[in-house]
């Protein structure tokens, strides 16, 4: 259900799942899995030392969403938990990869060649 960790174990999310921040307020729907991370040190170090997560781990990419506006986030497998609210995500790229909200999933759209 998604990539392989370096050790071997699989991603605990997948593409088109629901989840919310562990701590933060705002939720969104995996589109793409790291894994382990894949950005900037800057962007690594950016991050609070006290809550920098680890690197060795996958990361998600989501299409996220908080009270205020919808965003891209790339957020660390300790920092995620599944939603259960059946509530559908409202970033406007939703429609655009996916379809149809089911138990907590998307279906992801299928691509058409350019």
Do not use: C
């Amino acid at each position: 259900m998604g990539k392989a960790k370096p050790s071997g174990q699989i991603a605990k999310f997948g593409i088109g799942q629901v989840v919310r921040h562990r701590f933060y307020p705002f939720r969104g729907v995996i589109f793409d899995v790291d894994p382990r991370f894949d950005n900037s040190e800057d962007w690594w170090q950016s991050i609070p030392e006290d809550i920098r997560p680890k690197k060795d781990q996958p990361y998600y990419h989501l299409l996220a969403e908080n009270e205020e506006t919808d965003y891209i986030a790339y957020v660390s497998e300790q920092n995620l938990i599944s939603d259960m609210s059946g509530e559908p995500v409202r970033h406007p790229q939703v429609e655009e990869m996916f379809s149809g909200l089911k138990d907590g999933f998307y279906a992801a759209r299928e691509q058409k060649p350019n």
